[in-house]
Structures are given as structure tokens and as C-alpha cells.
């Protein structure tokens, strides 16, 4: 029996939050949860949405009029994600004609420009960003609690439940490394996962310096456990569970971003910083060279051989592929696929293949537009609070984070609009950033709980 229909619910939820209540709240109540706890993989109508688009398409449409009335305010990082997005719509229909136009205009929209001017206009204007903040760490906390019955049975607890109720077919499966299950939660896939632990992790540990948790658990207030210390454990338990290295990279690399915009001299900072992520970036790249390169390996770790050596191959197969379309682009799903190796894990080599080298640099320039200048203004800027260039600091290291995590999976699932959610969330940063502190260091957490009626 399947019930496809109830994934469009959402869209009826964010309308009556809407209504009821604001933009805001809609985005809280119901995109954002929807996004980190239902899985992305179960489509219904034309052109086919899932559950977390849904729950944007009348957010994004009130965007729309908000940016007819003149809320928003033009920058640098507009222009890359707006020149990315309609490059990527404009090689796919190069490559396929106008088979499908609608669903291929309408896609990068929802899961890149939506997601982004929600980021934009929605949090820091609002007052919303402790409310978000706990939010999507709360969420991804109990996406691990969850994910433990999959890394010790190997069966995917949402997949489990979902898969009984929707037609739409879901392609991943779960991964096995040292006899144990790597945990992909609601995302459908270990790596997609860790990426999205390691957004959560590095914004706990903002939640954390600046004491944005209550003390216990409100649900279970006589028991005596601190809630962000267990937070804590259960999402780096979460990330562990994933046994994915490429998230665990992201996860450090992010961390000592962020670390930079709290540190009491913050120039110092940024050069140990840079200095650890050098030397720490060529460790990595010569143990992972060696390690793939042995002949030797126990049993243990054949799988882990395995992946790290398909990913070698993967760059050398389809590198000529790339070439034969690098300014245009294959589009979405027309490259020629090499035999026996179907899935091209590695984002930036797949950018190359879907949109040529113009999307690859494009992709990257708009990183660099959201970083950069996060970066600049923290480290220049004399008259930012600390909460303010933490908030700055955090921003570009769940950026680069993502931008680490991808180099080994391409960015699908739920983190393709999370990435966009962070860049909106950045330039609002930026673009829209009050002089007056939006938070009050080191006071109890729930004098900032914002109350949505």
C-alpha cells in the first residue's frame, strides 16, 4: 500500500504556518525539521518534489513577493549563486534539448535559490539565529540516536519505516565497514550524513561558548544530565558511527575555522590556523597516497582499500570524459558512463563532467565570494562583538567543511540546499549586520528563546 500523496502535505503545513504565524516560523516549524529528519529520496507529482521541497515552495514564494517589495539587498555572493544556478540550467538544457524543461529549471531552484534566500532573509533580520541554531543541532541529535540501530544491525531505520508507505524507489543501501553498518540517518548515505554532523557539531560548539543551552533536557527535567555535554557526545557518536574520513576531515578543518573568530587575538590565531591546516593538509595527502598505493592490507580494511582506490581510478577515467565537454558541460545525466564505475565520487570531477569547467569555477568562485569576505570582515573589522565574529567564524567553516566533505561524494541530498541555506545565512551576515549584538554572552539560554505565536 503506498499513500505518495502525504509527501505533499508539507506544503499544507507551511501554508498554515504562514498564515497563523510568519515566514519565519514556517521555516523553522516545518522546512527545517522536514529537511534533517525525513528522507529526501520519496517523490510524488509533476514535476516530482519530496518532502522538504514541498515545505519551501510557499516559503519561497513569499520570498518572491518580499523581493518584489524591496527586503533584499544586493551582493557579491548573490551574483555567484545566481550566475551557478542558471549555468547549471543552462548546460543541462544545451545537453538534453527541451525534454523535461520544466522539472530541470524548476530543480536547481528549489534545492539551491530557494534554499539560499531563505538563508538570507529569514534568520538574522528575524532574531532567529539561537532558534535555528538549536533547531538543526537538536535534529541532527536525534538523527544519531536513531542511526545506532542501523550501525548495529545494519538495517536504516528510516528506510525501514518510509519504504513501506511510498512507491518512489530508493537507491542507497547500507554501507559495511569493519563488520559494523555506517549510519546515513535520513540522508541516504554515511558521507551525506557526516557532512551534515559536522555542519551541527561546529555549530554546537558555538551554541556552547555562548551558552544557548538550558541546563537539563526540558522533556526530562529531573535527570541529571547537562544537556549540551550530551548533545555533544551524541553527535560526535553519530559522526563516528558514519566511519566516513572524508566528514571527519571536514569536521576538524571546520572546527579550527571557527575556533580563529572566538580566540582572544585573533590575527595569531588565524595564522596557527593556517599554519596546522597546511601542514595538516599535506599529511593527509601523502598518508592517503601511501595508503593507496600498498599492496598490502588485512581483512579489515579491504573495503576501506577499495573505496580509497576507486576514487583514484574514478579522477584518471573520467578526466578525458571531462574534456570532450569542458566548456558546456554533458548536462545532468547524458556523460558516457566508464564500466563498473557508476557512481563518480568526487564532486568537483563530477561538477567538470555535468557543467564543464565553467560550472566547476563558478561553483568554486562562489565559495570563495561567501568565505572571503566572512573571513575579511571578521579578522578587520574592530567594531564586531565576540558573538558576532564567532557567528562569522562559524559560518565559514561549515562552508569549508562542506567543501571538504564533498571532494569525496557528490552534493546530493539534503546537503545541496543546506550548503545554499549557509551561504543565504552568511551574506545575511554581511549584507544585513547590526551593530547591536543579537546575543547576550554568557546569559542563561532561555532569556533568548524567541516565542513564535
Known amino acids: 500500500m503506498t499513500i505518495d500523496p502525504i509527501i505533499a502535505l508539507p506544503a499544507v503545513a507551511s501554508v498554515a504556518v504562514i498564515y497563523y504565524a510568519s515566514v519565519e516560523a514556517a521555516l523553522y516549524r516545518v522546512y527545517l525539521p522536514i529537511l534533517l529528519l525525513l528522507p529526501d529520496a520519496y517523490l510524488f507529482g509533476w514535476p516530482p518534489l519530496n ?58 531552484i528549489m534545492i539551491g535559490l530557494l534554499p539560499y534566500m531563505a538563508g538570507k532573509l529569514l534568520i538574522e533580520q528575524t532574531g532567529m539565529r539561537v532558534a535555528i541554531i538549536r533547531r538543526f543541532v537538536f535534529c541532527l541529535f536525534v538523527d544519531s540516536i536513531l542511526s545506532a540501530y542501523e550501525f548495529r544491525l545494519g538495517v536504516n531505520p528510516f528506510r525501514m519505516v518510509f519504504g513501506r508507505f511510498f512507491s518512489s524507489y530508493d537507491p542507497w543501501f547500507t554501507q559495511f565497514r569493519y563488520g559494523l553498518g555506517r549510519v546515513a540517518g535520513p540522508f541516504g548515505h554515511a558521507i551525506f550524513m557526516g557532512a551534515m554532523l559536522a555542519i551541527a557539531i561546529i555549530l554546537h560548539r558555538y551554541a556552547m561558548r555562548f551558552g544557548l543551552w538550558e541546563r537539563r533536557f526540558s522533556w526530562f527535567p529531573t535527570l541529571r544530565i547537562d544537556k549540551a555535554k550530551a548533545m555533544l557526545v551524541g553527535l560526535i557518536a553519530g559522526s563516528i558511527m558514519t566511519i566516513s574520513r572524508g566528514p571527519w576531515l571536514a569536521t576538524m578543518v571546520g572546527l579550527i575555522i571557527a575556533l580563529v573568530g572566538t580566540a582572544q587575538n585573533r590575527w595569531r590565531a588565524a595564522r596557527l590556523a593556517v599554519i596546522v591546516l597546511v601542514i595538516g593538509g599535506g599529511l593527509v595527502y601523502l598518508g592517503g597516497k601511501s595508503y593507496v598505493n600498498t599492496s598490502q592490507a588485512d581483512k579489515e580494511s579491504q573495503e576501506e582499500l577499495a573505496s580509497a582506490e576507486y576514487r583514484t581510478r574514478l579522477v584518471a577515467e573520467y578526466s578525458d570524459i571531462a574534456a570532450q565537454q569542458r566548456f558546456w558541460g554533458w548536462g545532468s545525466t547524458y556523460w558516457p558512463r566508464v564500466p563498473g564505475m557508476g557512481s563518480i565520487d568526487n564532486w568537483y570531477l563530477l561538477l567538470m563532467l555535468m557543467y564543464g569547467i565553467t560550472g566547476l569555477v563558478l561553483f568554486v568562485l562562489m565559495l570563495l565570494a561567501a568565505v ?57 551576515c554581511l549584507v544585513y549586520r547590526s551593530r547591536r549584538s543579537p546575543v547576550v554572552v554568557a546569559a542563561p539560554a532561555f532569556a533568548f528563546r524567541r516565542v513564535i505565536a
Open 372 to 428: 572571503v569576505h566572512l573571513l575579511w570582515v571578521g579578522l578587520v573589522d574592530n567594531t564586531l562583538t565576540l558573538d558576532q565574529r564567532g557567528m562569522l567564524f562559524t559560518l565559514a567553516g561549515i562552508v569549508i567543511s562542506i567543501a571538504v566533505a564533498v571532494g569525496t561524494v557528490f552534493l546530493g541530498g539534503q546537503v545541496f540546499p543546506a550548503l545554499f541555506l549557509f551561504l543565504g545565512w552568511s551574506d545575511a
Open 51 to 108: 518532502f522538504n521541497e514541498y515545505a519551501l515552495l510557499p516559503i519561497g514564494a513569499a520570498l518572491c513577493w518580499w523581493c518584489l517589495n524591496g527586503r533584499w539587498r544586493w551582493s557579491l555572493t548573490d551574483a555567484g549563486v545566481i550566475l551557478f544556478i542558471a549555468w547549471t540550467i543552462i548546460s543541462d538544457i544545451h545537453a538534453g534539448g527541451l525534454t523535461d524543461i520544466v522539472y530541470r529549471i524548476l530543480k536547481p
